[in-house]
């Protein structure tokens, strides 16, 4: 059996290398790869037919999934208890933020937050919304608390 695992392993290895993609370390005691990288192109992909899970040893944040740069400085890593780290800007398309433009010359009202969201309590507690008010040149914060929206109003900047 175990020589059927390392010829399974060698034909992986040079499919691999026929792809471009490159190998740095595989245990066959735990048959683990510890790296995978690919020599051209701009990504990885991996396809499969069901989900794919990282499993990381400890629920205590101790162990953690890192993404690094070109550098290898890191710029982002999800721990084992689900800290989510990142350098940079996060830019979520319609989850957490939601911006829209009313041009409506009032603070928005529940009607209005419904319109641009949906209901309160379909997108849930803590869901934030930005609407942007160009007929009064004014940003209001929309926030979900599960069964109806609060407004704050944004202030300008001092100059």
């Not at 190998?23 to 990885?44: M, N, R």
């Not at 162990?63 to 689900?82: I, R, W, Y």
């Not at 379909?122 to 009064?136: E, K, R, S």
């Amino acid at each position: 059996m175990v020589l059927s695992v390392v010829k399974a392993i060698k034909k992986l290895i040079e499919a691999m290398q026929e792809n471009s993609l490159s190998v740095g370390v595989i245990s066959l005691t735990e048959l683990i790869t510890t790296k995978l990288s690919a020599a051209s192109g701009s990504h990885i992909e991996i396809v499969a037919a069901k989900d794919i899970i990282v499993t990381l040893g400890d629920n205590a944040g101790a162990q953690k999934v890192s993404f690094a740069d070109s550098d290898d400085s890191e710029v982002g890593s999800l721990d084992s208890e689900g800290n989510l780290d990142l350098d940079g800007v996060v830019t979520p398309a319609g989850g957490i933020v939601h911006v829209v433009d009313t041009g409506e010359y009032t603070i928005p009202d529940n009607s209005e937050c419904i319109a641009a969201f949906g209901a309160a309590d379909a997108v849930g507690a803590g869901f934030m919304g930005v609407i942007i008010d160009t007929g009064n040149n004014k940003t209001y914060l929309a926030v979900s608390n599960g069964s109806a929206y609060q407004i704050f109003e944004g202030a300008a900047a001092a100059t």
